[in-house]
């Protein structure tokens, strides 16, 4: 491993252990990092960066008080790992590796884990589908007006992006960030929107 430090003016970069002359030494940034956090110390995002977030309020402060999280995961057919790390897992075992590592699926993993749940100690909560539909037509208002206040669309920032070559690095590295976060808020949208209209909520049509 390796580690590093800014002092006096430099950036001193450091094997942490006696490695072999011509071996090939790598660099973790910050592990567990989110783009968030990526952009603002280092100047770089990652596209569907599985540690990313969205900002979102928490259950105890929205109407209904959270989703039900094991109802959602159903609906998507996941499931959480049963260890302390709480990573979630897709039910189709046989999808290709490909599938199981795209951008869009790892998108929908930070949008569940950005999502607020309804807490053990809310069984009231729990059993109200009329609660969880509240909680996510709250959702949608931040993710929805989150969206609607940048000043560019996502479609803009693509073609902005397929113009690398005429902007600078660092507009490029803010645009790449930008586009990021409309991808993950528009996936988040998706999702609520999609969920919303499953079986679930279907009695109360």
Excluded: W
């Excluded at 001193?12 to 011509?22: C, D, F, H, V």
């Excluded at 990526?38 to 540690?51: Q, R």
């Excluded at 988040?188 to 209209?197: G, T």
């Amino acid at each position: 491993g390796t580690s590093f430090v800014i002092k006096e003016g430099k950036f001193e970069i450091a094997l942490n252990a006696a490695t072999p002359a011509g071996t090939e030494a790598s660099l973790c940034y910050m592990a567990g990092a989110d783009n968030k956090e990526l952009m603002s110390t280092f100047g770089f995002s990652i596209p569907g960066n599985s540690h990313d977030r969205i900002r979102l309020p928490a259950a105890n402060v929205i109407p209904g008080g959270g989703l039900n999280k094991e109802a959602l995961l159903d609906h998507l057919r996941m499931f959480e790992l049963p260890d302390d790390t709480h990573q979630m897992a897709y039910l189709d075992l046989d999808a290709t590796a490909d599938s199981m590592q795209s951008p869009s699926r790892y998108r929908t993993k930070s949008v569940i884990n950005s999502l607020p749940f309804f807490t053990p100690l809310l069984v009231c909560q729990r059993a109200s589908l009329q609660n969880e539909i509240k909680s996510i037509q709250r959702l949608l208002e931040v993710c929805e007006g989150r969206l609607a206040s940048f000043p560019t669309t996502l479609i803009e920032d693509e073609e902005m992006l397929m113009q690398s070559d005429s902007i600078s690095a660092c507009t490029l590295a803010a645009v790449q960030y930008r586009a990021e976060n409309k991808q993950l808020l528009q996936t988040a949208i998706n999702l609520l929107l999609n969920y919303m209209s499953s079986r679930r909520f279907a009695q109360l049509n």
